[in-house]
Nanobody, 131 residues
Framework: QVQLVESGGGLVQSGGSLRLSCVAP????????IGWFRQAPGKEREGVSC????????YYADSVKGRFTASRDNAKNTVYLQMNSLKPEDTAVYYC????????????????????????WGQGTQVTVSS
C-alpha cells in the first residue's frame, strides 16, 4: 500500500509562515501531479494547489493565491507547500495526494471524478493559525 507522509504543520500566529513537506518512501512522486488539499472541522475537503511533474506548472485556489507556493525537489522525492501570510481561516488538516491519472495538473485544484484520480494520500498534518 503506497503511503504519502506529510509533515511541517503546527501552530503559528496570523501572518506567519509554515512549509509543509510531502514524501513517499516507496513511490516516485515525480511521475505524477501532486495535489494539496485541506479540511477544516465541519467543512468539506477543498483543493489548495497542484504541481505538475518535473518542475511543472502550479495552480492554486483563489483563497491562497499569492500566499502559498508549491514546489518539488525530485532528487529528494519531496513536494513542498510554502505557506506565507497565514490567516486563521487557513486552519485545517492538510493532505498531499498523487494523481495517478495525470502527470500534469489539469488546472482545476478540486477533485473531478473522471478527470482526476488521487489514489494515494497522506495521513495529514494539522495547521493551526491563531489570531
Amino acid at each position: 500500500q503506497v503511503q504519502l507522509v506529510e509533515s511541517g504543520g503546527g501552530l503559528v500566529q496570523s501572518g506567519g509562515s509554515l512549509r509543509l513537506s510531502c514524501v513517499a518512501p516507496d513511490f516516485t512522486l515525480d511521475y505524477y501531479a501532486i495535489g494539496w488539499f485541506r479540511q477544516a472541522p465541519g467543512k468539506e475537503r477543498e483543493g489548495v494547489s497542484c504541481i505538475s511533474y518535473g518542475q511543472g506548472s502550479t495552480y492554486y485556489a483563489d483563497s491562497v493565491k499569492g500566499r502559498f507556493t508549491a514546489s518539488r525537489d525530485n532528487a529528494k522525492n519531496t513536494v513542498y507547500l510554502q505557506m506565507n501570510s497565514l490567516k486563521p481561516e487557513d486552519t485545517a488538516v492538510y493532505y498531499c495526494a498523487a494523481d495517478i491519472q495525470n502527470s500534469r495538473c489539469t488546472g482545476d485544484v478540486s477533485i473531478r471524478p473522471g478527470l482526476h484520480e488521487y489514489r494515494y494520500w497522506g495521513q495529514g498534518t494539522q495547521v493551526t493559525v491563531s489570531s
